[in-house]
Antibody, heavy 122, light 107 residues
């Protein structure tokens, strides 16, 4: 069974850097094709993909936020860390970590989601 | 950049009715890249459909997906009370993109 859980601050001040950790189980980021994504959702709004990392350290970022985001993995700890710099009130959102389908699968989708963590910027 | 537009924004239905949700892409996308998710208030999204028409594990057969090219559809037959939620379509090649969502509300 695959599970993911987000952790980090619930409140950050404008201009600060946000650091979120995703701790997962049920798969290994040392395995080829395995990945972890970060997705956020402002209150009452739609989902927005932020970043994605695969086991071979392939990293991908949302073009609109790329300059502010860094994603990194610690496969030995089953953790993925997302940092977002220069936080602004518009970044207030629930941040989800998620497990995409195998990179080598013909069909691409987000297979499992963490429960999400609400981050308020104020 | 491919954009997904979902319609309608809100769909008002009664339990037992059927509903059709639309997802239109700004350019042709492969069926293998299309998925649908259900999200209830305060919860994470749940995968319903992938590969445009394949139900995820445990998803009842009243949910069905179809479409190709730029137009994709999620159909919910015989709406149950637990089906009232927000539904998102997704396109995923290299990186995922989500539509704006359709809210299915009780009429």
């Amino acid at each position: 069974q695959i599970t993911l859980k987000e952790s980090g601050p619930t409140l950050v001040k404008p201009t600060q850097t946000l650091t979120l950790t995703c701790t997962f189980s049920g798969f290994s980021l040392s395995a080829s094709g395995m990945g972890v994504a970060w997705i956020r959702q402002p209150p009452g709004k739609a989902l927005e993909w932020l970043a994605l990392i695969y086991g071979d350290d392939d990293k991908r970022y949302s073009p609109s936020l790329q300059s502010r985001l860094t994603i990194a993995k610690d496969a030995s700890k089953n953790q993925v860390v997302l940092t977002m710099t220069n936080m602004d009130p518009v970044d207030t959102a629930t941040y989800f970590c998620a497990h995409p389908s195998d990179y080598y699968d013909d069909r691409a989708y987000i297979a499992q989601w963490g429960q999400g963590t609400l981050v308020t910027v104020s | 950049e491919i954009v997904l537009r979902q319609s309608p924004g809100t769909l008002s239905l009664s339990p037992g009715q059927s509903g059709t949700l639309s997802c239109r892409a700004s350019q042709t996308i492969p069926m293998s890249s299309v998925a649908w998710y259900q999200q209830k208030s305060g919860q994470a999204p749940r995968l319903l459909i992938y590969g445009a028409s394949i139900r995820a594990t445990g998803i009842p057969d009243r949910f069905s997906g179809s479409g190709s090219g730029t137009d994709f559809t999620l159909t919910i037959s015989r709406l149950e009370p637990e089906d009232f939620a927000v539904y998102y379509c997704q396109f995923f090649i290299s990186t995922p993109t989500f539509g704006g969502g359709t809210r299915v509300e009780i009429k």
